[in-house]
């Protein structure tokens, strides 16, 4: 079974950098391009970030562009996104999310960015 | 690649067919999948490749199209279904999602 599990989230200050986490497992992780798709209160969905098998293609959405880090070891199944220049917009949960097609998708984490 | 849903919202019944649209900015083949959500949940996928149904999801889902635009449709809506409904484009990077269509009673 696909299980993927977020950590990191919290609270972080206008300004600020947060580094969240995603555990996956059940499935060959070094094979599968992995991304992250927040979700803002009350909103809609946006994948701010995908990531290819062995890190050769990056992309993010432009809302995120030049402040957030996506990077993944597959040695240790785990996919992060490094957030920097926090700012009360980036207020969002943070689902990570399996292949182009986002066929599973974790829990999800809350950051929450405030003074 | 912008993704638009119509209608942002919609009411049914139980038992009514229903059909959300979603239109691409450009072609992108029929590379889309339909997502459900319900609050405080993560999305569910219930259909890619534009018309393959997920394992697992019920067959009164449905979906079509091809190039720019695309439809899922909900034959005899039940109780479940009362959610919000995404589409998604996996053509081209950055991945782009439709604005979400709710569906409420």
């Known amino acids: 079974e696909v299980q993927l599990l977020e950590s990191g989230g919290g609270l972080a200050q206008p300004g600020g950098s947060l580094r969240v986490s995603c555990a996956a497992s059940?499935?060959?992780?070094?094979?599968?391009?992995m991304s992250w798709v927040r979700q803002a209160p009350g909103k809609g969905l946006e994948c701010v970030s995908s990531?290819?098998?062995?890190?050769?293609?990056?992309f993010y959405a432009d809302s995120v562009q030049g402040r957030f880090i996506i990077s993944r070891d597959n040695s240790k199944k785990t996919v992060y996104l490094q957030m920097n220049s926090l700012r009360a917009e980036d207020t969002a949960v943070y689902y990570c999310?399996?292949?182009?097609?986002?066929?599973?998708w974790g829990q999800g984490t809350l950051v929450i960015v405030s003074s | 690649i912008q993704l638009t849903q119509s209608p942002s919202s919609l009411s049914a019944s139980v038992g009514d067919s229903v059909t959300i649209t979603c239109r691409a900015s450009q072609s992108i083949s029929r590379w889309v999948t339909w997502f459900q959500q319900r609050p405080g949940k993560a999305p569910k996928s219930l259909i890619y490749a534009a018309s393959s149904l997920e394992s697992g999801v019920p067959s009164r889902f449905s979906g079509s199209g091809s190039g720019t635009d695309f439809t899922l449709t909900i034959s005899s809506l039940q109780p479940e279904d009362f959610a919000t409904y995404y589409c998604?484009?996996?053509?081209?990077?950055?991945?782009?999602f439709g604005g979400g269509t709710k569906v409420e009673i």
């Open positions: 998604q484009q996996y053509n081209s990077y950055p991945l782009t």
């Open positions: 059940g499935f060959t992780f070094g094979s599968n391009v």
């Open positions: 990531i290819t098998s062995r890190s050769g293609g990056i």
């Open positions: 999310a399996k292949d182009t097609t986002f066929e599973s």
